[in-house]
Structures are given as structure tokens and as C-alpha cells.
């Protein structure tokens, strides 16, 4: 597991807080934003002054959020940003979950 840094401005960022300690690594810091923020060049900077300090070998954030990043011009001190994408899966009562979606849709 590395020492990581995640940021996210996503709906419900607890769950991606989870997913980042369930496949092991170590959080030393994280920076969360609202829903669709659009980043600036400030923010990431913010972000990797404070994985420096923290020591972080990895600065993580969703692929909804990397998306958001593009044409941005920033310092970045040699830490590594990684995408961590995450994949849906019903684990329970699916088709339960289709006819609400379909019922959504129609």
C-alpha cells in the first residue's frame, strides 16, 4: 500500500474514501469539493504542497475529476497523479434495481 493524497468533487466522496482503503492504501491526506467543482490551477497546487508535507508517493482522484483537469497549467512537484476508476457492480436484488431504472426511464 502507498501513502496517498486523493482529491474528489463528487456526490458522496466517503464512498471513494472507502475504495482507496480497501484496496490498500495509506491516506495521509484528502481534499474534497463539491459536486462538478471546477478546479483551478490554485487547487492543485494546494494539493501538492500538501502531499510534499504529508509525503505522499501518489496524488489519487476519480475519473470523473481528471476529466476537469484538462488545460489546466500547474506545479507539480514530482508526485505522481493517479486515476483511480471504479466500476459498478449490483451485488444484490438486480433485478429489483432494473425495473426501477426502467420505471426512471420509461
Not at 9 to 25: D, E, H, L, M
Not at 59 to 84: C, H, Q, W, Y
Amino acid at each position: 500500500g502507498k501513502d496517498v493524497i486523493f482529491f474528489c468533487g463528487i456526490g458522496w466522496p466517503y464512498s471513494f474514501r472507502q475504495t482507496i482503503v480497501n484496496i490498500g492504501a495509506r491516506i495521509k491526506g484528502a481534499f474534497t469539493f463539491a459536486d462538478h467543482y471546477p478546479y483551478t490551477a490554485n487547487d492543485l497546487e494546494g494539493i501538492f504542497i500538501k502531499a510534499r508535507e504529508k509525503e505522499a508517493q501518489v496524488v489519487l482522484t476519480t475519473e470523473k475529476d481528471s476529466a476537469r483537469l484538462s488545460g489546466l497549467r500547474f506545479k507539480n512537484p514530482g508526485i505522481p497523479v493517479m486515476v483511480l476508476g471504479v466500476d459498478p457492480v449490483i451485488i444484490d436484488k438486480e433485478s429489483d434495481f432494473l425495473k426501477r431504472i426502467s420505471g426512471i426511464y420509461e
